[in-house]
């Protein structure tokens, strides 16, 4: 077995350095883990032919790749909130688990077995509304003594772990077509040989004198020599855990990364991506607001904006590895949550909520990663040790913007709208076709510019602005079809009982009051965010 670098909590580096019998220390990167989610991942030998890959907390750089998730848990704490991110991340990204209570060495001896079950029952507990139920669940002590203790001291139950994590391996389906890409955990040089670039193979293969690239840094070498287990290799495939050596390449460039074929990879200032809400997470999730987006080797700062189908399409299938630019979308104040009153204001039709539904991310800084790839929204700035989930969502990215002026470049082919509502009263009838409307626009308002929209009255009649009527903002409405007998009798009362007032006079009969009730004018229409003009269009 060879291990990435890792520093994580619960006694899981001396869990997974024990069970490797290798050492495993902190990356400069990997010692910011309250604001960072990549996690890393070992790979085990199976049968002579493809490796098989644990993850000891699960990797979002690697999620197409996992193969089993290894939870370390400090058994005199329990479920803390960062072990239960890890499971929920677990959840989106792995098919098994293998649950690993930890410091069972603290446990006072008399009590330890009873401790052991009662945290054992409680895990099962936890988990048996997850896909991780009936997993696994093994008692260590992987360093008594802790840290400092001396290495004399041995480890408890780790070879029943390691029997355990043996036996959990299968044979995985590994795809070698398709583009190359490798998530680069570390980098060094070799005197009188190169540079080696370690990591993990997430998808296609490599050869050896083949070109590479590292993205992020836009440089492109021939790979000189490959070894696998301390073996040389022609040839690595998608789930190979390799080192490639390269040549006039400074390794201090790169500590960590992807590494890939050339130009394979694009580095994006946005994103439109499927999304779904961890229900772990407390609260709505509102458009506008700025979450740590983890995508590809990356977690940047990023702001989001929710969308969904039009209500007609809320029921249709659910497209997972594409992105229509030529459909209209709809926008949304939050994410819709099931069971939930949309806050939209109106778009969206009581409980009513879409299968699924995209965000556009706008990255703070630029980030390199595939299509594809898996993206997790989470508000990391929220203290680790409060009782809560800071994971919000998830999604698959589907397409992105490469262009750093994206917004007049690409965002206008992205058609989503949000509906707009205006209401005025009728003043008064002009004559059978036209009526005088009244409290739709403000006095300043360019009348122009609403010329030849339709309206509907609350008699029943549609009807189309013709324009402006005086100074004060009223409008002059032309009604093709004509005002209906029961529409003029309801508009005349209605201008009768104006005039009474106006003058002065007595209360209304509660015939007068019923029928007298002026009629309202809707205007609805749409406008696209990303339309440079501002057009209003209605359908």
């Not at 400090?74 to 209570?101: N, Y």
């Not at 709208?417 to 308002?445: A, W």
């Not at 007998?485 to 201008?495: D, G, N, V």
Request: net charge positive.
């Amino acid at each position: 077995m060879e291990s990435k670098s890792a520093s994580y909590s619960s006694g899981s580096t001396c869990s997974y350095s024990s069970s490797h019998r290798v050492h495993a220390s902190p990356t400069k990167d990997s010692q910011h883990r309250n604001t960072h989610l990549n996690l890393p991942v070992f790979t085990v030998s199976v049968r002579d032919a493809n490796q098989f890959v644990c993850a000891a907390i699960p990797a979002v750089t690697g999620s197409q790749i996992i193969d089993l998730m290894m939870l370390v848990v400090d058994v005199t704490k329990g479920m803390q909130t960062q072990s239960a991110e890890c499971m929920v991340i677990g959840e989106i990204t792995c098919p098994r688990m293998v649950v690993v209570l930890n410091k069972i060495d603290l446990l006072p001896e008399a009590k330890k077995q009873a401790l052991i079950d009662k945290m054992t029952k409680k895990m099962q507990k936890t988990l048996e509304n997850t896909r991780f139920n009936g997993c696994p669940i093994v008692p260590v002590a992987a360093k008594p003594g802790g840290p400092d203790a001396l290495e004399t001291e041995t480890p408890q139950g780790i070879s029943e772990l390691v029997e355990l994590l043996i036996s959990q391996t299968y044979m995985p389906k590994r795809d070698p077509s398709g583009t190359f890409l490798m998530a680069a955990d570390h980098c060094f040089s070799i005197k009188g040989q190169g540079t080696v670039m370690t990591g993990t193979i997430l998808s296609g293969s490599v050869s050896v004198n083949d070109s590479v690239e590292i993205p992020s840094l836009k440089i492109i070498r021939k790979v000189k020599s490959m070894q696998m287990f301390r073996k040389p290799v022609n040839v690595a495939i998608q789930g190979d855990r390799v080192g490639i050596c390269v040549t006039q390449f400074d390794p201090k460039q790169l500590e960590r990364g992807l590494v890939s074929s050339p130009e394979s990879l694009r580095t994006l200032y946005a994103a439109v991506i499927s999304v779904k809400k961890i229900p772990y997470f407390k609260g709505p999730v509102h458009t506008k607001a700025k979450f740590h987006i983890t995508v590809g080797h990356e977690t940047v700062m990023g702001r989001v904006m929710f969308f969904s189908p039009t209500p007609e399409g809320f029921d249709a299938e659910p497209e997972i590895d594409s992105f229509d630019f030529d459909r209209e979308y709809l926008y949304q104040e939050e994410y819709l949550s099931p069971g939930k009153d949309s806050s939209t204001d109106g778009q969206t039709e009581g409980r009513r909520t879409p299968r699924q539904q995209w965000a556009l991310v706008e990255f703070e800084k630029p980030v390199t990663c595939p299509k594809l790839c898996l993206v997790i929204g989470s508000k990391l700035d929220i203290d680790i040790h409060t009782n809560t989930c800071r994971l919000a969502f998830h999604g698959v990215l589907l397409a992105g913007f490469e262009e750093k002026n994206y917004t007049e470049v690409s965002l206008p082919k992205l058609k989503i709208f949000k509906l707009k509502h205006k209401e005025g009263q009728v003043e008064r009838v002009s004559d059978d076709y036209s009526v005088i409307g009244r409290s739709l626009f403000k006095k300043e308002t360019n009348m122009q510019l609403f010329v030849g929209m339709m309206v509907k009255l609350s008699t029943g009649e549609t009807g189309m602005i013709d324009g402006g009527f005086g100074q004060s903002g009223k409008f002059k409405i032309r009604i093709p079809d004509g005002l209906s007998p029961e529409t003029k009798q309801q508009l005349a009362l209605t201008s009768k009982k104006k005039s009474k007032a106006a003058k002065g006079e007595g209360a209304r009969t509660d015939e007068e009051k019923i029928d007298a009730q002026p009629a309202t004018i809707t205007l609805a229409f749409k406008r696209y965010l990303f339309d440079p003009q501002k057009k209003m269009v209605q359908s």
